[in-house]
């Protein structure tokens, strides 16, 4: 393991490249409040986050990342476009025995563009690229926002669409949900009950209302009616998920189920768009694997482009990620938005990979 | 050199505790004060009771202060991070049965199953502006069931005791607890969902790997375990 003092100079070497990117440097506290955190990432970011308190500020979290914060920032005081870089340390508590460290240092690259989506995206992938170079990483991309288009084009309930929408970064849920939508279970003599219109009478306790039970029933009787989803378009997403080629042959690859799945055809079109910006940066596809699931099950708010770099060693944690997350702007913007994408390099992994002590 | 046994100081686990052992030929038994913590062991060589509370069991099994204890097995895997590693079980006692469940309003007729459970959580928060409330205080356990199951848009809330309250109070939407007949869920207008049998627990006799286990109190473990009928212990 490279020391702190080398794992800085790393983070420091970086920043200055970010910095001669055109990117803003940013401090942010490592004190968070945990409501906004908790909001976001939910129970889970509890057990992966050390949490603290005091009595006039209520829970606080040692910073778990600095997106938050630094989406927060540019929210409420930000330029339009801006770049902004940072270098400090975040905290993961470990919830098992593990090798992983529980600080370690992040230095990150955001940018907020409304004008180019695709060539923010390339942007920031081939800064990354380049400034990794010197070790050799595995880099591996996908576009979670093209999944949520292929969900968006299924023939069925609006409210099936959005359950799916809703757990598409949870595989598990995601694959159970759709499991049920293509062969509904034979519901338990009380959900038969219930849908043929009996409402047992119980004494009513906690907040939850009658009134979102009844819509829910409506909702559970609306599905029960609906007919179950195709097994051409289920199966359609499972070969699309499958996804998992060298760049340029994964495009090949979507561009022919775009005839099966119409609905991801401009994401397919955006994906070639941002290829060219990648090769125009310099970027060499070939080596580049394009993973049609890369960024499920990991951070709930990825939802476009996301990527990684990995090393060979099974047992390091990705040395950079990252990612669009269009949506968070909203989220945290109170109304407003931005298209953002960004990432994060581990320059204390880089100098372990780098042979530094 | 003699071997700490941690036993519960109270009630009926202590109790369940001591007819265990002496059904097995040891006869323990609390000193003639019933206020002072400490005992007596009778038919098993070199062994030394201590008298503690159950709930600290785990933590004092860990730290290695104590080389045997009894507990509940939903407290070590509540308590200890990878309980594997800090502790072996060396037998289920076959009582303090209770299994740690979800329970809901019984009047949710919608909701049955943990997909049901996601489903009314994520129109919860959509409808109320804040994360469906789970109250327990086996946070973990909890959490990692509910990660495998991918069930997200909750929240855990803390609760120590009188857990099924909290549902009529408005502190939570939901329980997680433990429950034996199920009497007090019932009582407290509340019924257990389908699938969300996050553990069952049972009084069980644990072995601390981290305790010293030198100067012949190895083979004092193997002779125990012998006369306990249970295999040798391997650390």
């Keep these: ?104 240092f992040q230095a990150g690259y955001e940018a907020f563009d409304r004008a180019d989506p695709e060539a923010a995206d390339a942007e920031v992938f081939a800064l990354f690229s380049r400034l990794l170079a010197a070790v050799q990483l595995h880099a591996a991309i996908g576009d979670i926002g093209l999944l949520m288009d292929a969900v968006r084009g299924l023939d069925t309930l609006p409210a099936r669409r959005a359950a799916l929408l809703r757990t598409i970064w949870r595989p598990a849920r995601f694959q159970a949900l759709l499991a049920r939508y293509a062969a509904p279970p034979t519901p338990s003599t009380s959900r038969a009950a219930l849908l043929a219109g009996a409402v047992p009478r119980a004494h009513w306790v906690g907040l939850r209302s009658a009134a979102d039970m009844a819509a829910r029933i409506a909702a559970l009787r609306e599905d029960a009616a609906a007919p179950p989803l195709a097994a051409a378009e289920v199966a359609g997403l499972a070969r699309l998920f499958a996804v998992s080629a060298p760049a340029p042959q994964a495009l090949a690859d979507l561009t022919a189920l775009c005839a099966e799945i119409p609905a991801i055809a401009p994401a397919v079109a955006r994906l070639d768009r941002r290829l060219a910006a990648l090769a125009a940066r310099g970027v060499d596809l070939a080596r580049v694997t394009y993973q049609a699931s890369h960024g499920l099950g990991t951070m709930e708010y990825y939802d476009g482009f996301v990527f990684s770099f990995t090393a060979a060693r099974p047992d390091l944690p990705p040395v950079a990620s990252g990612g669009r997350y269009d949506a968070l702007t909203s989220v945290l913007g109170a109304g407003r938005s931005i298209p953002a994408v960004g990432g994060v390099i581990r320059p204390g992994l880089v100098a372990d990979l780098e042979g530094q002590p | 050199m003699s071997l700490k046994l941690g036993v519960p100081s109270k009630g009926r686990l202590m109790e369940d505790t001591f007819a265990w052992f002496a059904e097995r030929g040891v006869a323990l038994s609390r000193n003639g004060n019933a206020r002072e913590y400490a005992g007596a062991v009778d038919g098993a060589d070199g062994v030394e009771l201590v008298l503690l509370s159950a709930g600290e069991i785990p933590r004092e099994l860990a730290a290695g202060r104590i080389h045997l204890g009894v507990t509940g097995s939903d407290l070590v895997r509540e308590r200890l991070a990878d309980w594997e590693t800090e502790v072996l079980a060396l037998a289920p006692m076959g009582f303090g049965h209770a299994d740690l469940i979800i329970a809901v309003p019984a009047a949710w007729a919608d909701v049955e199953s943990l997909d049901d459970l996601d489903a009314v959580a994520a129109a919860f928060r959509a409808r109320h502006g804040f994360r469906l409330r789970i109250a327990t205080k086996y946070h973990r356990l909890v959490r990692e069931f509910l990660r495998e199951q991918g069930v997200a848009d909750y929240q855990l809330v803390d609760s120590q005791g009188a857990t099924e309250g909290t549902v009529k109070n408005l502190t939570a939407e939901a329980v997680a607890d433990i429950t034996s007949s199920g009497e007090t869920l019932r009582a407290n207008h509340l019924k257990i969902l389908d699938g969300a049998l996050i553990h069952q627990s049972q009084a069980t006799l644990f072995a601390a790997r981290a305790a010293d286990w030198g100067n012949g109190r190895a083979a004092r473990l193997a002779a125990l375990a012998a006369q306990l009928g249970l295999p040798p212990p391997r650390l």
């Excluded at chain 1, 976001?40 to 005091?54: M, N, P, Q, S």
């Excluded at chain 1, 770049?83 to 600080?103: D, K, T």
């Design chain 1, 1 to 104: 393991m490279a020391t702190k003092a080398a794992a800085r100079a790393t983070g420091t070497r970086l920043l200055a490249a970010f910095r001669a990117a055109g990117a803003v440097e940013v401090e942010a506290d490592i004190l968070q409040p945990a409501e906004a955190l908790l909001d976001l990432y939910g129970e889970d970011i509890r057990a992966r986050a050390y949490v603290t308190a005091d009595p006039l500020r209520g829970e606080l979290m040692l910073r778990p990342d600095f997106t938050v914060p630094v989406v927060q920032a540019h929210m409420a005081h930000g330029a339009d476009p801006a770049r902004y870089c940072y270098l400090g340390e975040v905290f993961r508590a470990q919830e098992h025995r593990s090798a992983r460290a529980p600080e370690y």
